[in-house]
Every structure is written in C-alpha cells, then in structure tokens.
C-alpha cells in the first residue's frame, strides 16, 4: 500500500548542529504536514505545507513542499535538547478526503 | 487555541471489560479522528466522523465502537479487547477535510490490555 519512506531513521547530533530530514513518497501529495512526538504524548503540529515549492518556517524549522509533490524536507537549525523526539511528516492519501497517511519516522537525538 | 483533550490519560483493562475513550475539541472542527499507535511505529487511522457522521472505518474489528455525540466531543467504545490492542490511541481534529486543513492531535490515552 502506499506508504511515506522518512530518512534518515535516527540520528543524534551535537547541540547546535543544523538537522536535515525528508519524507519520500511514490505518488503526489497535495499537502504535506510536520510533526513532533515526544514520548507518550500525541504529534504536535509544527509545520504545513500547501503548494509545491513552497517554503515555510516556524521558529528553528523549516520545511520544503517539494517541486515534484512526491517529497518533502524539514530543517532544524541550531538544534537544542528539547529538539528530542520523533518527527513524522504526513499528508492526505487522496485530495479531498479524510484519510491521512504518516511516514515511518526520523528519530532525533542530541547530544548535549 | 489548537487544543484537543482526552480522557483517561491511562487506562488499563481486562479482556472482559467495557470501558470508554474520550476527546474533546472547542476549535469549531468538523472533522474528528482516532487513531492506534504502538510503540515506534506511525499513527495508524482508524475512524474519522465528519459533521458528527461516520465517514471513514478502515475495517477496525468492532470491539471498538465509536461515537460522535455532537460536533464537539468523540468516543470511542471498548469491549472484550485483546492484549495486541494495548497501543497509544490518539484523537484529532481538523477544520474540515485536506488539502486546505490542518489536523490537530491530543494527547493521547495509554491503553493495556490485560
């Protein structure tokens, strides 16, 4: 079935380092959201994307609809600690419905 | 305000048990979602209600039941569950259907099954 392919599937980098992080998939998408999950809580919103191409930013983050609509990108610059946690991206499987597939998941961890 | 609340934050059963999930949105959305999460894994959908109508199951056995009572508050139904159902369950909610909105989560209620 379709599916959302997230790399890397972990990383840990150094305080302060830049992070950067996409989500792949095999057909178009029409939006494409970020978020973050900490452990046992729900995904919190951090960034939504409507037009290929787009760039949009919220604070440290920025993310990228990409121009083929069958990708997307997520930068955190200056990473801090609390930046821990799991980062999905996601998006509707078909315009105009309800049915929103997430992707497997890139796993941040920094090191103090 | 982007908040969705659900209740209980942790709630454990037995197999014969019935019990309920709760979730509650005040942002106007039509739109209302559950989700089943285990550990590691993506959130996994399975029932959206739109305008307090159930529009989507993606073939969810029925020990799980849901319910949209008005277009503020969702439950979700739990009888004779199985121990492979102890996951996180997550609700949503969005101002209306992709590609124009945005869905926003609760917290989530920490589900075991014993």
């Known amino acids: 079935g379709q599916q959302l392919n997230q790399s890397p599937q972990s990383m840990f980098i150094q305080e302060g380092e830049d992070v950067s992080m996409n989500c792949t998939s095999s057909?178009?998408?029409?939006?494409w959201l970020w978020y973050k999950q900490d452990p046992g809580e729900g995904p919190v919103l951090l960034i939504a994307?409507?037009?290929?191409?787009e760039l949009t930013s919220n604070g440290r983050l920025t993310a990228q609809f990409g121009i083929t609509r069958k990708d997307s990108f997520l930068n955190i610059s200056a990473s801090i600690p609390s930046d821990v946690g799991i980062y999905f991206c996601a998006g509707p499987l078909t315009s105009g419905t309800y049915k929103y597939i997430f992707g497997t998941g890139t796993r941040l961890k920094v090191l103090a | 305000d982007t908040e969705v609340t659900q209740t209980p934050k942790h709630l454990v059963m037995g197999m014969t048990n019935k019990k309920s999930l709760k979730c509650e949105q005040h942002m106007g959305h039509r739109a209302m979602y559950w989700y089943k999460q285990k550990a590691k894994k993506p959130p996994e959908l399975m029932f959206v209600?739109?305008?307090?109508?159930?529009?989507i199951n993606e073939s969810v056995p029925s020990r799980f039941s849901p319910e949209c009572p008005n277009s503020s508050l969702l439950n979700l139904h739990l009888h004779a569950l199985q121990p492979e159902d102890s996951a996180l369950y997550l609700c949503a909610s969005s101002q209306g259907p992709p590609p124009s909105y945005e869905q926003y989560f609760g917290p989530g209620t920490r589900l075991t099954v014993t």
């Open positions: 209600y739109s305008y307090e109508k159930l529009s």
């Open positions: 057909s178009i998408f029409n939006t």
């Open positions: 994307l409507y037009k290929a191409g």
